[in-house]
T-cell receptor, first 111, second 113 residues
Framework: RKEVEQDPGPFNVPEGATVAFNCTYS??????FFWYRQDCRKEPKLLMS???SGNEDGRFTAQLNRASQYISLLIRDSKLSDSATYLC????????????FGKGTLLTVNP | NAGVTQTPKFQVLKTGQSMTLQCAQD?????MYWYRQDPGMGLRLIYY???????DKGEVPNGYNVSRLNKREFSLRLESAAPSQTSVYFC????????????FGPGTRLTVT
């Protein structure tokens, strides 16, 4: 099992749609979880951290299920500007030094 | 604050040539990282430096060397470039401690012919 696996995508959705990304991780010792966003030909940037209780930031909701080693990201009311690649990221074995990145899921929001 | 800066932005090398990719951060971060990103492979860690004076191998260190010159700067050297090293290289930094967020530079697009 790969360390971090994401939906391969790509996802094409109309504006206003709700879209969900899923991610699983293999290292049960992982303690920190994130979603990064990467625009085409740009660097990755932190979208949000993921907490055990779940967390929300505007139209974005992240969930963590430690028992199933599963992370999700929900985007409501999609905007054209949400078009990007979304990366699921997990820290490695309890150390904050190393992060393991999923391959990413490409989202295109269409008018 | 410029954040994380990388030079050069683009580079074309011939097989066997050497070069050094430069990275600097002005956020007083303790930890710095070098990744490569290839289509279909995602970001892979090459080397990292948890603090000034230390460096460690990541997932794909072969063919690379690094130097943590001081707290601000972390360079990546390709001694004898190979076509398999054609990639986009990202440098990143984070504060360490309980700050897990990594801040990335704009990347260097390297082509080895």
């Amino acid at each position: 099992r790969k360390e971090v696996e994401q939906d391969p995508g790509p996802f094409n959705v109309p504006e206003g749609a709700t879209v969900a990304f899923n991610c699983t991780y293999s290292n049960s010792a992982s303690q920190s979880f994130f979603w990064y966003r990467q625009d085409c030909r740009k660097e990755p940037k932190l979208l949000m951290s993921v907490y055990s209780s779940g967390n929300e930031d505007g139209r974005f909701t992240a969930q963590l299920n430690r028992a199933s080693q599963y992370i999700s990201l929900l985007i409501r009311d999609s905007k054209l500007s949400d078009s990007a690649t979304y990366l699921c990221v997990v820290n490695s074995g309890g150390s904050n030094y190393k992060l393991t990145f999923g391959k990413g899921t490409l989202l295109t929001v269409n008018p | 604050n410029a954040g994380v800066t990388q030079t050069p932005k683009f580079q074309v090398l011939k097989t066997g040539q050497s070069m050094t990719l430069q990275c600097a951060q002005d956020m007083n971060h303790n930890s710095m990282y070098w990744y490569r990103q290839d289509p279909g492979m995602g970001l892979r860690l090459i080397y990292y430096s948890a603090s000034e004076g230390t460096t460690d191998k990541g997932e794909v260190p072969n063919g690379y060397n690094v130097s943590r010159l001081n707290k601000r700067e972390f360079s990546l050297r390709l001694e004898s470039a190979a076509p398999s090293q054609t990639s986009v290289y990202f440098c990143a930094s984070n504060a360490g401690g309980t700050d897990y967020e990594q801040y990335f530079g704009p990347g260097t697009r390297l082509t080895v012919t």
